[in-house]
């Protein structure tokens, strides 16, 4: 374990924002997680955990420690008829655990295919896509609290999973350290393809639907959508939908009868792309941040953006859609 001082971060987070921390170390282990909490350097420092850097914002340089969580390996810990269980170190990269579980014949996640991170961050927002969450295949959180060093397994329902959210972004936030997930999978296919353009791109596909087929499909669909993070630094939505009550979806619609919605519970989530689109922001760019053309859930860093240059972008959108629609756009990305 080496830690580094005044590194670069800029390849580390999908933005691709120039940020520096003062220390940087690669944790892979759960013995190495387990001593950098207890060392010096962590206690005095202010600490921040970065998985595959898709989901944050650096709108300054870090002066702290930042903990790049790489710890490896996958272990079936249980089966019974129906289900296998199955333990995965936060480090393993997401995309490839999925095609693993797929290549396994092991069914739900497969339709969370081509989501950039690692596998211990998907508990933090829950990640979904396509249909599905990632809090149905999770039965509980390994993590290690921070203040008395103690590994804890969080049950799912100890987690408060929620739409783009859990117990990790709010009261558990820098609290704990998740180090390990463990999933638990049916070992017969269930098939989610009413979402979307599922169904349509596997019949342009000239295929029926299957795991492999439908994650194809889905990755088929993505790749045409949403910018390549290796291209253009973006870290996905950069809002979250937002809900609203029965009474203003209901007033909204009256106004905007193409208005995209959901109902979710009592209430409806609004697309997001949707509002930001009709507030005329699509394709826009403010200095080298910008709406992008094809999605305009997603804020792209045209070249030499920084942290601040997205999130003015961001407030100027914000503001614009709660001018015409007079609804909130709470921000998904982690700004630091
Ligand atoms: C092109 C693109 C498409 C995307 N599509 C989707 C999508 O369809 N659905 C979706 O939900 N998201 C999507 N995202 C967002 C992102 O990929 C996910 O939120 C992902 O889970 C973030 O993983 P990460 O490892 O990169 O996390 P990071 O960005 O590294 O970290 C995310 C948060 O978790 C914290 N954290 C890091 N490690 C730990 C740990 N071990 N314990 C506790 N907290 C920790 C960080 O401090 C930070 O607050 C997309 C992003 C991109 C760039």
Known sequence: MQIKENYLLKKLNTFGIQAIAKYF????????IQEIVQSKIFKENPFLLLGGGSNILFTKDFDGIVLKINNKGKEIIAVDADHVFLKVQAGEVWDAFVDYCIMNNWSGIENLALIPGIVGTSPVQNIGAYGVEVKDCIESVEVLSIEDGKMTELSNEECKFAYRNSIFKQEAKNKYIITAVTFKFSK?????THYGDILKELENMFVSPSLENI???????????LPDPSF??????????????????????????KIRAFPSGEDYKLAAGWLIEKSGWKGKSLGNA???HKQALVL???GDATGKEIIALAK????????????????EVNVV
């Open 300 to 302: 792209i860093n045209k």
């Open 215 to 225: 994650s194809n499909a889905i990755k088929n669909i993505r790749r045409r959508k």
């Open 188 to 192: 017969k296919p269930i098939l989610i």
């Open 290 to 292: 910008a709406v992008h």
């Open 316 to 331: 100027a959108v914000q503001i614009a859609v709660k001018g015409l629609f007079g609804v909130e756009l709470e921000m």
């Open 232 to 257: 253009t630094g973006n870290a996905g939505s950069f809002f979250k939908n937002p809900l609203v009550s029965k009474e203003k979806y209901n007033e909204l619609l009256h106004e905007y009868p």
């Open 25 to 32: 170390v690669e944790l892979n282990s759960l013995n190495e």
